[in-house]
């Protein structure tokens, strides 16, 4: 009888590295932007979504610094993007748990958990970071709170530019630990913007995940 296989040990989680020492490793940044992206993505015949500081700021028009734009998009429309953007000469790479593997016919996996960065080759700054998002059954998922399941519409709001971008309390609720300077930025001034009808949803929201959490009493 044969023994059984010995897994092999996952490698531990990479620390977030200075942004001289990630250029040095990874390479720059170039990104599109809400101006952009539309044109970029013209002809992807799935939904995706703007996400992260962009869509605070279209929301609430408090303006900020910009480091990317991020955008978001279903995980099980992951292949579709990628050989969206391969017939058009882009490269797409996985960014997973602190490392990056080329995403292309050799590594077809990812997790939902994962994102999708993109850039021309290698010798090219990035351009797009897409955080991936888990749907069931054709409804968003919340990747704070699994069980929670809305239609897109609902936590989705298209703007002026006829660009969907992910409203705001879904945004703020996504730097939940504030752990980087410019989430707490983003909280003290977006977080009095908020209508009665958002505030609740992010309480209430947030009192299911760590009812000692400071916003679960926003809306005391």
């Given amino acids: 009888m044969s023994a059984s296989p010995v897994p092999l040990p996952q ?3 990479a620390r977030p590295l200075p942004p001289a020492e990630f250029a040095r490793w990874y390479g720059g ?6 101006e952009s992206i539309g044109e970029f993505l013209a002809g992807f015949d799935r939904p995706w979504w703007i996400i992260g500081g962009w869509a605070l ?4 028009g408090v303006s900020r610094g910009h480091e990317d734009l991020d955008i978001s998009i279903a995980h099980d429309d992951a292949e579709s993007l990628r050989l969206f953007l391969a017939e058009r000469g882009w490269t797409t790479w996985n960014a997973d748990d602190g490392w990056l593997r080329p995403f292309d016919g ?7 958990e994962s994102g999708i960065w993109v850039r021309r ?11 991936l998002t888990r ?8 990747k704070r709170l699994p069980e929670q399941e809305y239609d897109l519409d609902e ?3 298209i703007d002026d530019d006829g660009l969907r971008y ?3 309390e879904i945004v703020l609720l996504m730097k939940l630990a504030q752990v980087r300077e410019k989430d707490i930025v983003d909280a003290r001034a977006n977080l009095p913007l908020l209508n009665g009808r958002q505030r609740r949803w992010l309480s209430e929201t947030i009192a299911r995940i760590d009812p000692s959490h400071p916003w679960a009493a926003l809306s005391d």
């Fill in 135 to 142: 749907f069931r059954a054709g409804r968003w998922t919340n």
């Fill in 155 to 157: 936590v989705t709001w």
């Fill in 29 to 34: 940044w170039d990104p599109l932007t809400p």
């Fill in 166 to 168: 992910l409203n705001p």
């Fill in 11 to 13: 490698p531990p989680s």
């Fill in 106 to 112: 050799r590594f077809g996996e990812i997790r939902a």
């Fill in 121 to 131: 080759d290698a010798t090219a700054p990035w351009i797009l970071d897409i955080p």
């Fill in 57 to 60: 700021e279209k929301s609430t």
